[in-house]
């Protein structure tokens, strides 16, 4: 009897021992094992062989605009009032105040002229009089230098880079304005029975203008004066407001009052063949509750093109094979470009993205099928095919795969069932 039990311990106790050694190897799945010899983390990712099919995607968060400028212009209704102003065309609502005025009444007009890359903000003063004073305005301190009066009244100013004219409307009537005196010489009637209230101009020479009166956008014959309609902007306009062209994308941007969800001053573009006006945002709402009001509108034009910055890469440094990990890639461009981006993946795959506005985070997701340490590189380019960054590295590290389970204590378990059970008895559990 005493031997049967001694023989009954001495099977407890190996099999104990033999649990022990096999419980050993057992790991939870796909825990990440940094720490490895280098014997055993050294892997040559160029003899390997990965899958061509890569699960991969795009989530973009839409802004505004798909352009980037800054632009320029005076906020009649906001703290203080008549202030000079900087903003971005994607978020209008986050104006930057530059100075107050020093004129005795409103900017009604602006544009910039001159060289291109070397051009300044000019900007004609509202008169009740008719006799409108020409300004020249430094858009970084905001300090104006006063050129002259135009000797009638202006209600919007526009440039042409090709002839180095400076182009003023009244509401009826369109003037040649002298850079060197600031007078206005009459070039002919718009006849548009309303009231142009802003104008602007191509790098070709082409006048746009914006009516209130008809709510309309026009064709305006620079040797005549003679507005020939292009369509129907699609709001009520009122009050003061402005266009200005971005010379550089071809853009007519429009600060349309009543052209906002707040009854107030919101940025729009208008479409250059039927005048259709796109809602972009609202300028911010004055102190008082007032809407802005925005006028003496102006976006410079001819900036050297500059690379866009190298991307930065967020997203997981480790993760399981087989799963898909995201990362988001997210680059400015100073000149205001879309942006797409190019991804090498680091184990032989690469994609693509579309081309989305500057500054926006772009998702695109992976799967890495097998362990390894790789990196993600990416670089950020001008669309459609321009200027490209800086390349960007994110390091990945993909472990190896551990199973839960060891199979020969898997099958003696199925084959001797009642192994647990006197397992228990021995251990008193």
């Known amino acids: 009897m005493k031997t049967k039990k001694n023989r009954l311990v001495g099977a407890g106790v190996f099999m104990i021992s033999l649990l022990l050694i096999l419980s050993s190897s057992v790991t939870i799945a796909n825990t990440v094992d940094i720490n490895q010899t280098e014997a055993t983390a050294a892997i040559d990712t160029a003899d390997m062989e990965y899958p061509v099919n890569v699960d991969y995607k795009n989530e973009v968060y839409e802004i505004g605009s798909s352009q980037r400028v800054t632009c320029y212009a005076t906020n009649l209704h906001n703290d203080p009032n008549d202030n000079l102003a900087w903003f971005y065309s994607d978020i209008p609502d986050d104006f930057i105040h530059i100075a107050d005025i020093s004129s005795v009444d409103f900017l009604g007009g602006g544009c910039f002229a001159g060289e291109v890359g070397d051009d300044v903000w000019w900007a004609c003063e509202y ?9 020249q305005i430094d858009e970084e301190t905001g300090a104006m230098y006063l050129i002259g009066n135009a000797g009638v009244g202006l209600n919007g100013l526009a440039y042409d880079p090709s002839t180095d004219t400076l182009y003023g409307c009244g509401s009826a009537d369109l003037f040649i304005i002298n850079q060197e005196t600031g007078d206005a010489t009459t070039v002919g009637a718009f006849g548009t029975g309303g009231l142009m209230i802003g104008i602007a101009c191509d790098t070709s020479g082409k ?21 020939t309609l292009i369509g129907a902007i699609g709001i009520n306009l009122n009050d003061a407001q402005d266009i200005a062209y971005d010379k550089d994308h071809d853009i007519l941007y429009s600060t349309g009052y009543k052209g906002s969800t707040n009854g107030g001053g919101a940025l729009g573009t208008l479409d250059l063949n039927d005048g259709h006006y796109t809602y ?17 509108f102006g976006i410079p034009y001819g900036i050297p093109n500059e690379p866009p910055e190298a991307p930065e890469i967020d997203g997981p440094p480790s993760g399981p094979n087989g799963e898909e990990l995201c990362w988001t890639f997210h680059s400015d461009d100073p000149n205001g470009d ?7 993946w680091g184990d032989g795959s690469t994609d693509e993205t579309d081309c989305y506005p500057t500054c926006t985070p772009v998702e695109a997701c992976h799967i890495y099928e097998k362990q390894g340490k790789y990196t993600i590189t990416a670089y950020a380019q001008e669309c459609p095919d321009g200027l490209t960054s800086e390349v960007s ?7 190896r795969t551990r199973t839960a389970y060891h199979p020969l204590l898997l099958r003696f378990f199925e084959r001797f069932p009642n192994t647990f059970i006197i397992l228990r008895a021995l251990l008193g559990i």
């Open 127 to 135: 008169s009740a009089v008719e006799d409108s004073n020409i300004w």
């Open 207 to 227: 006048i746009y203008g914006e009516d209130l009166g008809t709510d309309s956008l026009y064709d305006i014959n620079p040797a005549t004066g003679e507005a």
């Open 280 to 296: 972009i945002g609202d300028f911010p709402i004055g102190v008082s509750g007032v809407p802005s009001e925005i006028a003496c």
């Open 338 to 344: 879309q942006l797409k981006y190019f991804i090498d």
């Open 393 to 399: 590295e994110f390091g990945v590290a993909i472990p």
